[in-house]
């Protein structure tokens, strides 16, 4: 099985998005100037270094989960985190969905884009 390439995308010059594993890999998490951690998950650890703000977003990766409810906290925490020159970076177990969705809705509040906008970047 191939493992997963280190790394955090960027979004935008102030929003990450990452995997668990890349999130709380201290190097990656250094050199972007992360500030700020949103875990949108209920078991992944958080980054280390206690120089690090952390968000969780208590959610299991199913679709029955209620994730629009912390769409507007979680777009205000990177907006306000960007605002005082911060990097934020959203993760949850595999970058894919939970974490995206969290970026979507950043994007859609903040960005003014549209759905399809912010899905395709």
Do not use: W
């Amino acid at each position: 099985m191939l493992q997963p390439q280190l790394q955090l995308c960027k979004v935008t010059n102030a929003l990450f998005i990452s995997n668990a594993r890349s999130a709380c890999t201290d190097d990656l998490i250094q050199q972007e100037a992360v500030t700020l951690c949103i875990n949108v998950s209920k078991q992944q650890p958080f980054p280390e270094s206690s120089r690090i703000a952390a968000l969780r977003v208590p959610v299991y990766d199913d679709p029955s989960e209620d994730l629009y409810r912390y769409f507007d906290s979680c777009a205000d925490a990177i907006r306000d985190e960007a605002s005082k020159g911060g990097h934020t970076v959203v993760y949850c177990k595999n970058g894919r969905s939970r974490s995206a969705t969290i970026c979507v809705a950043y994007l859609m509040k903040y960005r003014k884009l549209s759905l399809a906008e912010a899905f395709t970047g």
